[in-house]
């Protein structure tokens, strides 16, 4: 029993050792590892690489293509082996979605496996992407007119892409703007619309443009990028944009010019009327502060200050008649005051040169005066300095109250000198009486 299982075991080995060594190594060589370079004439492509395969037993309908995740044509890129009737091998690569591949040089690395089995094997491949051959008109001068009424007027060329090398197809291409100028480019308001959506080779697409938003008035321009996958670097052009207003606006301008002028000369006369009575009256408050500044007297600068108040108020008024009248009250009521004052300081002026006379005159009197007069003529003397300093209320005061003082003292001293005197006599007089001999 034991030798019938041993047997068996033997057997079943045996047979799986004939079984791997029936699944030798695969062995696919591509006759030219490339570059290989895709047509970019439209938006797919198919290379036919030859192959050779080595392995015994194994033919192109054994082999299956894988294309690792990593890869980086991973979506674009599928393949297959097949055999033609002359029995050579090939490596058949369908290349899908070329506009969205950007122009490069790309490694890939195929995985080949054989059908039901576990061998794999790695094959290098390279392609390469060419950029589409395609140019645009490098700039566009155009015109664009605002009407009163209508419909804006937009002139200038259109925009052309062309493709001239025969080779290479541009699909899915959009414009942006790259730059604008500082005082509001066309960028923000120019639209593009293509006649169609790729540009074939040796073909042409015509891009029409539009103003989507009035522009401001004046030159303006624009940098602009067409952009695709398949355009190693963008394209650039400029837009130079040049608005202007149709002849209408001209008319209608020259009569609002006219009005204007006709209201601002009106309106010139006006306001230099006004200035001139917003002058005069300033001069006047100008004066009133001087004549201020040179009297201390309280009643002149509350009167003085009361009529700049008045006219400071008038002038901001916005009709020069008013203004003019009430320059002409705050004048008047100026000289009123300065009459006034000056009225009020000949008084005292007046008073002074009596008191002085009054004290310093040639007086025969006796030295009982003499304190009462040097006190007096010290009190003179502030009184003065009040008039000088132009102070006529303080001044005005100072006389009265000298006047009065002088006119009181010298009694009361003449009275007691009299009673002093008769005293004196009556002294004398009994003194002599008693003298038999006198």
């Given at each position: 029993m034991r030798t019938r299982n041993f047997l068996i075991a033997l057997l079943l080995l045996l047979f799986n050792f004939g079984a791997i060594a029936a699944d030798p190594p695969l062995d696919v060589k591509l006759l030219w590892e490339g570059p290989y370079t895709i047509s970019v004439k439209k938006d797919s492509d198919t290379l036919r690489i030859p192959v050779t395969i080595s392995t015994s037993g194994v033919g192109a309908a054994d082999l299956v293509v894988l294309l690792r995740p990593d890869d980086p044509l991973s979506g674009k890129l599928s393949g297959r082996f097949e055999s033609d009737s002359l029995k050579t091998n090939w490596l058949v690569l369908s290349i899908a979605h070329i506009e969205e591949i950007r122009p490069d040089s790309y490694t890939s690395f195929i995985l080949v496996s054989r059908k039901q089995t576990e061998l794999r094997q790695t094959l290098k491949l390279t392609i390469v992407v060419k950029a589409a051959a395609v140019t645009v008109t490098p700039g566009l001068s155009l015109t664009y007119t605002?009407?009163?009424?209508?419909?804006?007027?937009?002139?200038?060329?259109?925009?052309?892409?062309?493709?001239?090398?025969?080779?290479?197809r541009l699909g899915k291409f959009r414009i942006i703007g790259k730059q604008q100028s500082a005082d509001g480019a066309p960028g923000t308001s120019l639209e593009f619309m293509p006649a169609s959506e790729s540009v074939e080779p040796l073909g042409t697409d015509t891009i029409h443009l539009n103003i989507a938003n009035r522009p401001a008035l004046g030159s303006s321009s624009g940098?602009?990028?067409?952009?695709?996958?398949?355009?190693?670097?963008?394209?650039?052009?400029?837009?130079?944009?040049?608005?202007?207003?149709?002849?209408?606006?001209?008319?209608?301008?020259?009569?609002?010019?006219?009005?204007?002028?006709?209201?601002?000369?009106?309106?010139?006369?006006?306001?230099?009327?006004?200035?001139?009575?917003?002058?005069?009256?300033?001069?006047?408050?100008?004066?009133?502060?001087?004549?201020?500044?040179?009297?201390?007297?309280?009643?002149?600068?509350?009167?003085?200050?009361?009529?700049?108040?008045?006219?400071?108020?008038?002038?901001?008024?916005?009709?020069?008649?008013?203004?003019?009248?009430?320059?002409?009250?705050?004048?008047?009521?100026?000289?009123?005051?300065?009459?006034?004052?000056?009225?009020?300081?000949?008084?005292?002026?007046?008073?002074?040169?009596?008191?002085?006379?009054?004290?310093?005159?040639?007086?025969?009197?006796?030295?009982?005066?003499?304190?009462?007069?040097?006190?007096?003529?010290n009190e003179f003397e502030e009184a003065k300095l009040k008039y000088e300093s132009g102070n006529m209320v303080l001044a005005s005061q100072a006389t009265v109250n000298l006047d009065r003082l002088i006119a009181k003292d010298f009694f009361e001293i003449a009275f007691n000198y009299r009673s002093q005197t008769n005293v004196s006599i009556s002294a004398i007089e009994q003194a002599r009486l008693a003298i038999p001999d006198l």
């Open positions: 605002r009407t009163l009424w209508g419909k804006d007027e937009l002139k200038g060329p259109p925009l052309v892409l062309s493709e001239n090398s025969g080779e290479s940098k602009f990028d067409v952009m695709a996958a398949r355009l190693g670097t963008p394209l650039t052009f400029q837009v130079d944009l040049v608005t202007r207003l149709s002849g209408v606006y001209l008319v209608i301008f020259l009569l609002i010019g006219l009005a204007c002028g006709l209201f601002f000369r009106i309106w010139l006369n006006y306001d230099i009327e006004l200035s001139k009575a917003r002058l005069a009256a300033t001069e006047i408050l100008t004066r009133i502060l001087d004549e201020i500044k040179k009297r201390n007297d309280p009643v002149f600068i509350a009167s003085a200050y009361s009529i700049y108040r008045d006219l400071d108020k008038a002038k901001e008024k916005t009709k020069a008649v008013e203004i003019t009248a009430e320059s002409v009250t705050a004048e008047s009521a100026l000289t009123a005051a300065v009459n006034d004052f000056n009225t009020r300081s000949t008084a005292v002026k007046s008073k002074l040169t009596e008191i002085e006379n009054l004290l310093w005159g040639s007086w025969l009197l006796p030295a009982t005066f003499s304190p009462a007069i040097e006190e007096k003529q």
